[in-house]
């Protein structure tokens, strides 16, 4: 009896995971720029797999109406919270926010994305994507802080921006892939943002709005969505006193 129950078992996971390979083959479809080709393939799934994370998700992808993507999304997050397509669901939602610049939204979507899913690999990118658009929430202690107004503007004049184009956890991959843009005579920098997380970024720009208008070229080069941050800052060094 046992043996026989493990078999139908068996059997019912196998066609789920051979499913879910499929969906992920699709997406990279999608990436390598195949989309119309799975987008005819997409009414079939969705007759056949009506209720699957993943047909779902791969559904929001293909989908050219943004509030029409965002509902699969979120319904992916509501329905199948434990799925490996519902992270990847939050993140495309604070990317719909944050890229409206709707605040409210994209932080709340953000908060929602830290306390669901905290080991998500794309968190950081999340967190990034918001701080580079909106912002981040300030803590209370800082928002009162700044309201002091006590050196609220201590923070230097010739502040610049860059275009993040792609970050990873290991600097020498990131370098290889700086040296990939170099080749092009591009100016790229890899930018250390955290421990372990490192930042290929293109351009200097002395302003926002520079960067802005930057961004539809550096996209196109790079074949990606980049994002605007601020340059760390490199402190000056305090003059040398000399021996009297």
């Known amino acids: 009896m046992f043996a026989r129950c493990f078999l139908v078992i068996s059997m019912m996971l196998v066609p789920l995971s051979a499913q879910q390979a499929a969906i992920r083959a699709k997406i990279l479809a999608v990436a390598e720029g195949r989309a119309d080709d799975i987008r005819r393939e997409l009414p079939s799934l969705l007759r056949d797999y009506p209720n699957d994370p993943g047909v779902l998700f791969l559904a929001g992808i293909l989908e050219r109406d943004g509030p029409k993507a965002l509902e699969m999304y979120q319904r992916i997050v509501r329905q199948f919270p434990n799925s490996e397509w519902a992270d990847d669901s939050q993140w495309r939602i604070v990317q719909y926010y944050a890229l409206l610049r709707d605040t409210a939204a994209a932080r709340s979507a953000l908060v ?7 080991l998500s690999e794309f968190l950081v990118h999340a967190q990034n994507l918001v701080n580079a658009t909106v912002g981040l929430e300030q803590p209370p202690h800082q928002r009162a802080a700044s309201a002091g107004g006590t050196n609220g503007d201590n923070r230097s004049a010739v502040e610049s921006y860059t275009l993040q184009i792609a970050a990873y956890s290991s ?25 372990s997380l490192f930042a290929v970024t293109i351009g200097d720009y002395s302003s926002r709005a520079a960067a802005e208008k930057a961004r539809p070229l550096v996209e196109q080069q790079c074949n990606c969505t980049p994002f605007i941050i601020i340059k760390p800052s490199v402190p000056t060094p305090a003059p040398k006193r000399t021996a009297k």
């Open 171 to 195: 600097k020498e991959v990131a370098e290889q892939e700086a040296a990939k843009f170099r080749a092009q005579r591009l100016r790229v920098e890899v930018i250390e943002k955290a421990p």
């Open 112 to 118: 929602e994305y830290q306390q669901r899913f905290p």
